[in-house]
């Protein structure tokens, strides 16, 4: 096994922290999708980092290892239909009591 370190903006690393374990598998995915999809590849001597950066983030997307951007999502919730949207009412446990409760009750906390 080799380790690889790469300069990342900020938006790109919190986002692959949480894919953290899976990291090689899905440079492999996207190295598979940019052989398949006839994506141009990276160039690492002539390209600029920020255009780096943004084709790591769009193949990465591609392989579905990655959520919508941020401007995206703001975009979305900026319409007018989306801001009518009203709450849901439901009777019941709240869902992060519900969370709490199972995390406190699996094996490892009952030591």
Excluded at 46 to 56: F, G, K, N, V
Excluded at 78 to 93: D, F, L, M, R, T
Aim: no cysteine; aromatic share 4%; proline share 5%.
């Amino acid at each position: 096994m080799e380790t690889i370190q790469i300069q990342t903006t900020t938006e790109l690393a919190q986002q692959l922290r949480f894919y953290q374990n899976e990291l090689p598998r899905l440079l492999e995915l996207g190295l598979r999708l940019i052989k398949t999809e006839n994506i141009e590849p990276i160039q690492t001597e002539t390209a600029p980092l920020t255009s780096l950066q943004e084709q790591i983030i769009n193949v990465l997307h591609l392989a579905g290892a990655n959520g919508p951007q941020a401007k995206d999502i703001t975009q979305y919730l900026a319409k007018p239909e989306v801001k009518n949207w009203q709450p849901i009412h439901a009777s019941g446990k709240l869902a992060s009591d519900m969370i709490i409760e199972e995390r406190k009750s699996r094996v490892w906390n009952q030591i």
